[in-house]
């Protein structure tokens, strides 16, 4: 899936903008693959994978587009 992310929090976890979707999903830090964290910047498109957790979908294996 692609999207951008929209926001980003000092603690770790931030939302993407989802193209075609309402909601925006959650991705922690720990879901980065080959970028870190600090390196994101708001407004920056990514690909990942949705998985669903207790909480509800998350975004996982995010990676730079």
């Known amino acids: 899936m692609t999207g951008t992310i929209k926001t980003l929090t000092d603690?770790?976890?931030?939302?993407?903008a989802v193209e075609g979707q309402e909601k925006d999903l959650f991705f922690h830090s720990k879901a980065l693959v080959d970028v870190q964290f600090n390196e994101l910047r708001e407004g920056d498109a990514v690909t990942f994978d949705m998985e669903e957790s207790p909480k509800g979908p998350n975004a996982v294996n995010v990676k730079r587009a």
């Open 11 to 16: 603690r770790g976890f931030g939302f993407i």
